[in-house]
């Protein structure tokens, strides 16, 4: 490869133009540049590069374009063409390739890929045509050596004398010789290819992927042994069969969009199908069309991807998870019931929520730390006894004194029911004050044992405390209820006949009657708590709580009267089995989701994990029995072991309220997965040591490679613009937080912390008040969806006082749920000397060099305008042309030095005497011309005559000596009969030349009537 390779590169984006530049440069290329496709062209059939590298996405001619032309180019057809894209997907890789170009860079891209890619194609080039010219050179030399040696073998001379004769029949026998070497060549060539041939149908069949073939109709045509393994059916069974025969119906549509791309659209496709195997299972497989066969036939490549899709499946698990977690902790905190999470082994309270805080006085966090023992008047192991009765569901209800912060003990009532978490039995407990109830109950009592002495006293309790109050009569089977029962079972008292009892089997749930019946004395005379269902006269149902009261026993000893009260319990019923429910949900999502889940006994070592968790690792639980905290160490990563650590310890020492990290953990085949790791301790010891810990565990290994392949993109793009000097930002569109880099700092003579904070308000003080709105206009413009890109030119501030010209482009790369657009990513690119380039040539465009007045070119365009607005707008609008008299003889006499110095002078002058609306222009030699919006035609010949006399009087300087001018200027006024500009001119030059033939230093004025259509004015200063 020759260093000094010259290298076309095309791109429309010039900052992306000069960083590739700059990177071919400093690897010793020469480099030429163009920043559109149709200069690319004509620079390549002039200069005829070794490489070219052309930008794929440009305004037309786009560079496929750009590449279909040089090809149709006997002078362009064998450069080497590569493509520059930030397009990633393989259709247009495989397009590109297709269309004739050598290679295809993806940006970003690093300086060492780019002149990587470069050197090895030059590299070909070099060695293809090194290998032409030495097959033509070898070839001619064995020609040569054979026509030889069939000479000596015939001795037969040949006849012919003349020299050019001679070397004509040499010529004609090697080329014949060539020819017949090149036959052999090519039999041997045929040969080769046919080897090659069975070397690749071996290949085919033997390819990790699966590779098939479908014709027109859908049917596979071929297949190789991976693809055949893949579908799980032999191939004799496979070919000719329909390929959409083994689709599930969920994945039919999705293939028949991709078949028909093929056959009717671009013919290039991929899509992900779930097909059935023979084991009767779904499994997930990528289909890709590679290329046709003849038109009829479609290749395709054939990938299985059912361990992605499942890990996506659970990642949406996983999500959907997360969202029932969370709904189930917003119910159990805001519940309006005291909640209590209950350890059963031991009596420890896991959890409360702001209710349990509210009633007993203590903050969570402290209950969070207590036994049950602290706040029951029972023992310990009386405690136990009733968790135990609550564990066997032998019962659930209970009725406890509890003790409150400040002392004071309340009556409670308990509904506790056991909930499985992982191998670990955890009461879940709903606490009602029943304290006034109990009071009522007590009061209740003891005016039923004295034969209701007070009832006013005992109405009045009940309908405080809510309670309704029964007796039942064993002998006559009659219930008497208190006013209360009668509300809380919907009956109307007044309208009432009959039997009791007969209501009481109309009211009572038909499933529960039996626990009101007579048959059930001996359950309810045990004075203990029990439930039952009503049906109310709506045919709502309602949850009873009853308990029942004293036992009045005949003289026999049998029961004769049974006493208690009865409670709506519905609300605390329903909370429970709400809470039953969903802790269903979250124990099937988990399971659902695949997710790994583990408790630790910090204190003792101990873990239990689902099985999971093992299945993660490539084991089960049994293969890794005895299990610590040690087997989960073991597995762990060295390198992340540490930084697990610091962050549990941070956990206990409450500095953080979860545990999250994320490690690598070692699979039973030796490879490294990765791990999403959360967890937060429930319980403490006595001695507030953390005791026991709960988390999950979940594969991202899948995620962790994307985000790693996302941070190496990151760095290369990173690298580029750091390469480039180019300012980098990223907007958060709906906070207004800015992120920028070092670079863009620097742009404005400022540092990142000079800068700090940082927000969207930070660039608009910074941007010129005359190019915030067109910039605001363009970003809105671009996050509405009219614009892809925001592309703008504008001023910033910089740090010392002066303006900076910057390109700023950028674009929205994501959006919220609800499709509003939430960052933006972008540039910004220093182009002041490149601003000011043009400005300066703008400013030589329409300036005159010697004078800095408007040229000819600009007068007469301004002049245009002007007409055109004064015919709107019916505004008087004049024309001044003025002639320096006898200015040959300046430049004749003085010298050109003086001639310049004279245009300056008559210049200066004018320009002091005219308005700023007033536009002065040189057209060319010694002669002006000014054109004066709403100037009438008297005004314009009083003004001229005042810079006649102005110049006449004022004198200036030419190689020491003082020179005086005088003028000549025709003036006249446009009227809408005019052809525009061109008439009005024409009318003045003709007032100028009768100025002049009038004797000059004088001013004539077209439209003033005279004999001869032409009026002069002398003033001679007064």
Not at 159 to 180: F, G, S, W, Y
Not at 317 to 342: C, D, T, Y
Not at 688 to 708: N, V
Request: aromatic share 8%; hydrophobic share 40%.
């Amino acid at each position: 490869m020759s260093i000094s390779s010259r290298i076309l590169v095309i791109d429309d984006d010039r900052s992306l133009l000069m960083g590739v530049s700059e990177i071919l440069k400093r690897g010793g290329y020469e480099v030429i540049t163009a920043t559109n496709g149709t200069d690319g062209i004509q620079l390549a059939l002039e200069s005829s590069p070794d490489l070219i590298i052309s930008d794929m996405m440009m305004p037309p001619p786009d560079g496929s374009e750009v590449l279909r032309i040089l090809s149709e180019h006997s002078s362009t057809v064998n450069i080497p063409f590569i493509f520059l894209t930030a397009r990633t997907d393989e259709k247009v890789k495989v397009t590109s390739l297709k269309n004739g170009a050598d290679d295809y860079i993806t940006k970003p891209f690093s300086t060492d890929e780019l002149l990587g890619r470069v050197n090895s194609i030059l590299r070909r080039k070099e060695i293809t045509e090194t290998f032409e010219v030495r097959n033509q050179t070898e070839l001619r030399k064995a020609a040569e050596e054979k026509l030889s040696e069939r000479r000596e073998e015939n001795v037969t001379e040949v006849t012919a004398t003349n020299p050019d004769a001679l070397r004509l029949i040499h010529e004609l026998q090697v080329h014949k010789i060539e020819l017949e070497m090149q036959n052999e060549q090519l039999i041997e060539a045929k040969a080769q290819a046919e080897e090659a041939y069975r070397q690749y149908s071996d290949l085919y069949d033997l390819a990790p992927v699966g590779y098939l073939t479908l014709t027109r109709s859908g049917t596979i045509s071929k297949i190789n042994l991976a693809g055949a393994t893949i579908l799980g059916k032999p191939r004799s069974r496979l070919i000719d069969r329909q390929l959409a025969q083994l689709i599930s119906h969920r994945s039919l549509d999705a293939f028949e969009v991709f078949f028909n791309k093929l056959y009717y659209g671009s013919g290039y496709g991929t899509c992900e199908l779930s097909l059935l195997n023979n084991d009767n299972e779904w499994f997930w497989v990528q289909l890709e069309a590679t290329s046709f066969v003849d038109g009829q036939e479609c290749r395709i490549i054939m990938v299985d991807i059912n361990e992605r899709k499942l890990a996506e499946e659970h990642k949406l698990a996983e999500e959907i998870l997360r969202a029932s977690e969370a709904k189930f902790r917003n119910m159990f905190e805001n519940h309006a019931a005291v909640m209590l999470l209950i350890e059963a082994a031991t009596g420890h309270i896991l959890d409360a929520n702001i209710a349990a805080e509210n009633f007993y006085g203590y903050p969570v966090s402290a209950l969070s730390t207590m036994n049950m023992s602290d706040i029951n008047t029972l023992t310990k192991e009386e405690i136990q006894i009733e968790m135990d009765g609550a564990l066997g569901e032998h019962n659930n209800y209970f009725n406890f004194q509890h003790r409150l912060a400040n002392g004071k003990i309340r009556e409670v009532e308990v509904h506790s029911s056991p909930l499985t978490m992982e191998n670990r039995t955890i009461l879940f407990s709903i606490i009602h004050d029943i304290t006034d109830r109990k009071q009522a109950e007590e009061a209740l009592r003891a005016n039923e044992q004295k034969y209701y002495r007070s009832e006013a006293d005992l109405k009045a309790a009940q309908t405080i405390a809510k309670i309704g109050s029964w007796r039942w009569d064993l002998r006559t089977t009659e219930v008497t209820w208190s006013d209360e029962m009668y509300r809380l079972f919907g009956v109307d008292k007044n309208s009432y006949s009959g039997r009791l009892g007969d209501v009481i089997a109309k009211v009572v749930h038909p499933d529960d009657l039996y626990i009101v019946l007579p048959s059930n004395v001996p359950s309810i005379a045990e004075k203990k708590s029990f439930r039952y269902r009503i049906i109310m006269p709506d045919k709502t149902i309602r949850h009873i709580s009853a308990i029942s009261g004293e036992v009045i026993y005949a003289d026999d000893g049998k029961p004769i009267y049974i006493s208690g009260t009865a409670q709506d319990a519905t609300e605390a019923k329903l909370a429970e089995e709400a809470l039953h429910i969903q802790r269903w949900r979250l124990e099937s999502i988990i399971e659902g989701a695949r997710v790994g889940t583990w408790e630790w006994n910090v204190q003792t070592g101990e873990v239990v994990f689902n099985k999971l968790w093992a299945q993660m690792i490539g084991y089960t639980l049994e293969e890794l029995e005895p299990i610590s905290i040690k087997t989960w160490e073991k597995f762990c990563h060295p390198d992340d072991l540490n930084r697990s650590d610091e962050l549990l310890q941070r956990h206990f020492a409450g500095e953080l309220p979860y545990y999250d990290v994320e490690v690598r953990m070692k699979h039973k085949d030796g490879h490294w997965v990765w791990i999403h790791d959360r967890g937060r301790f429930i319980t403490r010891t006595d001695d507030g040591k953390p005791l026991l810990m709960f988390g999950t565990h979940t594969d991202i290994t899948q995620s962790k490679h994307a985000e790693l392949q996302l941070e190496e993109a990151k760095l290369r793009v990173e690298n580029i613009i750091e390469g480039a000097h180019i300012g980098a930002w990223e907007w958060n569109v709906q906070t207004g937080e800015a992120v920028i880099n070092e670079f863009e700092a620097q742009l404005l003579g400022y540092t990142l912390e000079e800068l700090e904070p940082i927000s969207i308000n930070t660039f608009e003080k910074l941007i010129h008040p005359d190019d915030l709105n067109r910039s605001d206009e363009l970003v809105q413009r671009h996050l509405a969806g009219e614009l892809p890109y925001y592309d703008f030119e504008f001023r910033m501030k910089h740090k010392d006082g002066h303006w900076v010209w910057i390109h700023g482009r950028g674009r929205v790369i994501t959006r919220t749920d609800d499709d509003k657009p939430l960052l933006m990513f972008g540039t910004h690119t220093d182009i002041t000397q490149r601003k000011h380039a043009e400005l300066q040539l703008e400013e030589m465009a329409m300036t005159d060099f010697q004078t800095k007045l408007y040229n000819r070119r600009y007068f007469m365009q301004r002049s245009d305008e002007e007409c055109k607005r004064a015919s709107r707008s019916h505004q008087p609008l004049t024309l001044l042309m003025l002639d320096i008299d006898h200015f040959k003889k300046v430049n004749d006499t003085y010298g050109h030095e003086a001639g310049d110095l004279a245009l300056q002078h008559v210049a200066e002058i004018m320009r002091s005497s005219l308005r700023e609306i007033d536009i002065l222009g040189r057209m060319g030699g010694e002669e002006f011309a000014v054109l004066m919006p709403n100037t009438t035609l008297e005004d314009a010949v009083l003004l001229s005559e005042r810079i006649r006399l102005s110049i006449a009087k004022a004198s200036f300087d030419s190689s020491a000596q003082a020179l005086i001018l005088t003028v000549s200027i025709g003036v006249e006024i446009f009227n809408a009969e005019m052809s525009g500009f061109d008439g009005l001119l024409r009318n003045a030059d003709e007032a100028l030349y009768r100025a002049k033939n009038n004797g000059r230093n004088c001013v004539v004025a077209y439209s003033f009537p005279y004999e001869g259509g032409i009026q002069t004015f002398v003033l001679d200063g007064t």
